[in-house]
């Protein structure tokens, strides 16, 4: 397993931008899919993005595609997300996820991150 520490979730306004750090501490790394996940109070965990260390299979859920951005810093073992044009319904708890095969469901997760709060005030 890896272990993942997540940081920079927060309070933002509609319309305002975050960003999320996920810092991972093994050595090989690289061969992890890296993925965020969010679950809001009531709902189920849901896929919202995922990369390789390599920048290839870069994926959006539909619901972030155009707003929200994944890059990877192989160099600090960093995957980040870049959050921007953000919604009330953004609010949730984020969470950073490695897999060892092409990450979309939960079920392809690994090692899950404590996980970082975002707020979304209308």
């Known amino acids: 397993q890896v272990q993942l520490i997540e940081s920079g979730g927060g309070l933002v306004q509609a319309g305002g931008s975050l960003r999320l750090s996920c810092v991972t501490s093994r050595r090989t790394f690289s061969t992890y899919v890296m993925a965020w996940f969010r679950q809001a109070p009531g709902k189920e965990r849901e896929f919202v993005s995922r990369t390789t260390w390599s920048g290839c299979n870069t994926y959006y859920a539909d619901s972030v595609k155009g707003r929200f951005t994944i890059s990877s810093d192989n160099a600090k073992k960093t995957v980040h997300l870049q959050m921007n044009s953000m919604k009330p319904e953004d609010t949730a708890v984020y969470y950073c996820?490695?897999?060892?095969?092409?990450?979309?469901?939960?079920?392809?997760?690994?090692?899950w991150g404590q996980g970082t709060q975002v707020t979304v005030s209308s």
């Open positions: 996820a490695a897999g060892l095969r092409l990450v979309t469901n939960p079920e392809d997760v690994d090692s």
